[in-house]
């Protein structure tokens, strides 16, 4: 029993730094876009493509 909780733990840990990377990385994207003056052509070359998914999720949660 114990193996199996430590293998969760494990996941769990894996799972929680892999996320916690990636919101790093997207930060500092952002910021490097911010001071090279590109945030706002950036955000508006994703932002159609961001709300195209949220609609299609929200209609699969729906139906």
Same mark, same amino acid.
């Given at each position: 029993? %114990? ?13 929680? +730094? +892999? ?7 997207? %930060? ?5 876009? /911010? /001071?090279? +003056? $590109?945030?706002?052509?950036? /955000? $508006? ?5 961001? $709300? ?6 929200? /209609? $699969?949660?729906? +139906?």
């Amino acid at each position: 029993m %114990g193996e199996v909780m430590q293998f969760m733990l494990l996941r769990f840990a894996l799972i929680g +730094g +892999g996320v916690l990377l990636l919101v790093i990385v997207l %930060g500092v994207i952002a910021v490097a876009l /911010k /001071k090279a +003056g $590109r945030y706002d052509q950036a /955000k $508006r070359a994703v932002e159609p493509i961001v $709300r195209e998914r949220l609609e299609r999720y929200r /209609k $699969r949660d729906d +139906g």
